[in-house]
């Protein structure tokens, strides 16, 4: 059954509608002040755990800027992402009493749906380098002649942290609070709107770079609706990120990844595909592969049956 007013989702909001003590704002205003609170959390953390290498640099006399622009530094912010997700956890489990099965965190199906999104993830993304080297926007460039192999596998690491710390953010949180009170449908436009926000002030950002960005949370949040469960799109936002910048040497949403497997290098033209300083997730490469996804997810892909308790 064609399920893409998403009225199949309802036991996954049931779900915490059903918790005694939860108390998710009915008004989306409020909603909207908790996501920025969030993001207000979020960056206070990581500056209070960036102050003591701030004094250190400062001390030995070494420039910051010189320090962050090393693929060291890069790795050690997606570590730091690890601050998003105690912030998430604070505001869904102490302001709005929800457990984290309304989060999506569940055990059914948990691995699988973890390789599913990592096979979709790369897919996706070889998909659209493979469109964007036909129009001409990137070509295949000189790898580096030595890879630092070790830091590779860090980086790796972390982008496992940072593609789940976004999606418990944005989808685990602010997805499934909106759907509360809400329609399904008001609950995915929410949290992806947020997400496209948030990532204004990335390098080279522009107006089709953050409606990628949104539709991209279109996507995942889809995905998980589908699954009743974060791993899967937790997978695919790390594989998605990690093929850009260290599989195929690209930017990641403006930023430089550091070392990766291939390198590929943009040309300067057919910028409708390249996506410009962005990167690729500006180009229509991108656009194309989401909307391709989210009608797969809308059309062809059956609701799982939700495991309902609430714990």
Request: with cysteine.
């Amino acid at each position: 059954m064609i399920d893409w007013k998403l009225k199949q989702t309802q036991p996954q909001f049931e779900r915490i509608r059903s918790l005694r003590d939860q108390r998710v704002p009915e008004n989306i205003l409020l909603l909207l002040l908790l996501a920025a609170a969030y993001w207000g959390g979020t960056h206070l953390g990581t500056l209070i755990v960036l102050l003591p290498f701030v004094m250190v640099t400062q001390v030995t006399g070494h420039l910051v800027q010189d320090v962050t622009a090393t693929p060291e530094f890069f790795a050690f912010q997606l570590y730091l992402t690890m601050v998003s997700i105690g912030v998430t956890l604070l505001i869904s489990r102490l302001i709005e009493c929800r457990t984290l099965r309304t989060m999506g965190l569940t055990k059914h199906h948990c691995v699988r749906d973890y390789l599913l999104g990592m096979v979709l993830g790369f897919a996706m993304f070889a998909a659209t380098v493979g469109m964007a080297e036909a129009a001409g926007a990137v070509k295949p460039g000189t790898p580096d002649a030595v890879r630092n192999i070790p830091l590779m596998l860090v980086i790796a690491g972390g982008w496992i942290i940072q593609g789940f710390s976004e999606e418990f953010a944005f989808r685990g949180f602010m997805m499934m609070s909106a759907g509360t009170h809400h329609k399904p449908w008001i609950a995915v436009l929410f949290n992806a709107l947020v997400f496209g926000a948030v990532h204004i002030g990335n390098d080279g950002a522009s107006v089709s770079g953050v409606l990628n960005v949104a539709l991209f949370g279109v996507t995942m949040s889809l995905f998980m609706l589908r699954t009743d469960s974060i791993w899967g799109p937790a997978a695919l936002h790390t594989v998605w990120n990690w093929a850009q910048g260290s599989f195929f040497g690209l930017k990641v949403s403006g930023l430089d990844a550091g070392p990766s497997v291939l390198r590929f290098e943009q040309t300067g033209a057919a910028s409708w595909m390249g996506g410009g300083a962005f990167g690729l997730e500006a180009g229509i490469g991108t656009t194309v592969v989401n909307a391709v996804l989210i009608l797969i997810l809308l059309f062809l892909v059956p609701q799982r049956k939700s495991e309902y308790p609430a714990t």
